[in-house]
């Protein structure tokens, strides 16, 4: 028995089965089952699924009590392949594939889903159209010689089964949820806001904190509306050009406690207040609907709930069950280390794989022994900081480390130019335009007419927009770089775990949660060590850097920092 299998939901609640020999193509005849689960949980023996999309047929499976090893979601390979062939923005699903190569008419993409509250019911409708399953492996087949064809085509399968892993850990994730405790947000929340006032209005701590502000300036002001704040300033004779913390902070005024004590209470009341536990939190668990893949860069975001951006204060309601034990790690200095291994540096490779703290490591070679110099550049040449004090840490970071610093200089060139720029595996930045979209891009938006698949400069566009562009492209080679070792490092972690009751509850680009029994925890973290390793060998093959992790065994989240 072949161990790929293709599968075809139908409209019925069955699905449409077919063996898939090495090709890809099919091995044997199709066959129709009654039951989804039941067609998958006949044939264990079958590691790696073919299937549309792991949205529309994994929750299910997992309702079921069905989990699978493997799978390749079609329509997730049609994003990173239109990406790698210079034709991202086009139609990304099956059916759109189908047309293309069909030489049909080619249907838009369905509207994205909402992100309201309760929205993750939306986790078991159907989005897109389903294909008949001769239909969906004309695609795959067709998916496979695309591969072949890629720059280099075994770094881009291997993506693309990372990718498709990812799409099943977060399925995973979104079915076990965050252990969430209520009755700890409630008191946390009484302790910063105080008591809630009837109608909705601002709880007694934002009331309070608001008289101060407007007794500061002698006459009402709303801190919340940061245009009235600018004018109560003018009024006073000083001058701001926004209410951000780091200008206040440089304000002398009796104002500017309140304002900024105000402003950070009132993020918790907004983002993280009684409303969202309500929307949010159910049976003991926070599940905000993780979306792996979800960035230009492929780093991971959520549906809603604000998950990646969870304040301390608020993890003190992130409590394991009893008896159980969260695994906390943050990987330590993950994106100098992947540069060290994308750009192949002889010196930040020798650097980023010792036992000692990488940027100091690189200010005892470069800058005298300080480290947050170190820091300032080695971050700068990432993110673009190439002015005033950059550009002099820049030059010093050169000297020491000349390979490295040239690797993001010809991404930013490439950037600018408006030539394809990829990852390690051949995850490839899109347009600007649609990268622009991404909210974690900010690229300037290219000539709409200008539809070529390796695109020059844009005509009529300012140099500045060139700039920006190769700034994004600059750090997207090591964030994506980056991500596309995490996923490989979770799906090291999740074989590992898949003997134990160990559950993935949460990850962002450098952090991951497992929910375990207390005598699992050693198990874990040394799991956690092995899937770093082994991800490195996979992503970037056999190079000196290591990616260690700062692992806590806790009970509450708010306790691993």
């Known amino acids: 028995m072949t161990d790929r299998w293709a599968l075809a939901p139908t409209e019925d609640g069955g699905a449409e089965v077919a063996p898939l020999g090495p090709d890809g193509l099919p091995a044997g005849p199709e066959r129709r089952e009654a039951d989804l689960a039941e067609a998958v949980r006949a044939r264990p023996g079958v590691t790696r699924w073919v299937w549309r999309s792991t949205a529309e047929v994994y929750p299910r499976l997992l309702a079921a009590g069905v989990r699978v090893e493997r799978c390749y979601d079609v329509e997730d390979a049609e994003t990173l392949l239109l990406g790698h ?127 101060e502000v407007s007794a500061a300036f002698g006459h009402r002001v709303r801190p919340d509306l940061p245009a009235e704040v600018v004018r109560a300033f003018a009024r006073a004779g000083i001058r701001v050009g926004s209410t951000r913390r780091w200008e206040l902070e440089s304000v002398d005024h009796p104002a500017v406690a309140p304002l900024l004590a105000y402003k950070r209470l009132y993020r918790i009341w907004v983002a993280h207040g009684w409303s969202w536990l309500q929307d949010w939190v159910r049976e003991g668990r926070f599940r905000p609907e993780f979306l792996a893949g979800g960035t230009v860069t492929g780093r991971w975001v959520t549906h809603g709930g604000g998950a990646l951006q969870i304040p301390k204060v608020i993890r003190r309601a992130v409590v394991a069950d009893p008896g159980w034990r969260l695994v906390v790690a943050d990987a330590d200095q993950m994106e100098p280390r992947v540069l060290a291994a994308i750009s192949r540096d002889p010196g930040l490779m020798e650097v980023a794989g010792r036992d000692t703290d990488l940027y100091q490591s690189v200010s005892d070679r470069a800058f005298s022994g300080d480290r947050g110099q170190a820091k300032l550049a080695v971050l700068g040449a990432v993110y673009g900081q190439t002015s005033g004090d950059g550009l002099k840490n820049l030059a010093a970071l050169r000297r020491r480390f000349p390979l490295a610093v040239a690797y993001v200089d ?122 770093a390793e082994l991800a490195g060998r996979l992503t970037f093959g056999r190079t000196p850097v290591r990616f260690p992790f700062t692992t806590a065994v806790v009970e509450c989240y708010a306790d691993a920092k």
């Open 410 to 531: 010809e991404a930013a060139r490439a950037g600018e130019e408006g030539r394809l720029v990829r990852t390690w595996l051949g995850r490839t930045c899109p347009p600007a335009a649609e990268a622009g979209d991404d909210g974690e891009a900010g690229l300037p938006q290219e000539d709409p007419g200008d539809t070529s698949a390796d695109r020059g400069r844009v005509p009529g566009r300012a140099s500045t927009d060139a700039r920006a562009r190769g700034r994004f492209a600059r750090n997207f080679v090591v964030q994506g770089s980056a991500a596309d070792w995490a996923l490989l490092m979770l799906a090291a972690l999740r074989r590992s775990c898949r003997d134990m009751a160990a559950e993935l509850v949460f990850f962002q680009h450098d952090e991951v949660i497992v929910h375990c029994p207390r005598d699992e925890a050693d198990a874990v973290v040394e799991a956690i060590r092995e899937a």
């Open 85 to 211: 062939e210079g034709r991202s923005g086009l139609p990304r699903s099956a059916a759109a594939a189908l047309a293309r190569l069909r030489g049909g008419p080619v249907p838009p993409d369905p509207p994205p889903r909402s992100t309201a509250p309760g929205a993750q019911s939306a986790l078991f409708e159907t989005q897109g159209v389903r294909l008949p399953l001769a239909d969906l492996l004309a695609v795959y087949a067709e998916q496979q010689r695309r591969h072949d064809r890629a720059a280099h085509p075994d770094r881009m399968r291997l993506l693309t089964a990372a990718e498709s892993a990812g799409m099943l850990i977060a399925a995973e994730m979104n079915r076990a949820g965050l252990p969430w405790r209520a009755d700890v947000h409630r008191e946390v929340l009484r302790e910063l806001l105080g008591e809630r006032y009837a109608g909705g209005g601002e709880p007694r701590r934002l009331a309070e904190l608001a008289d």
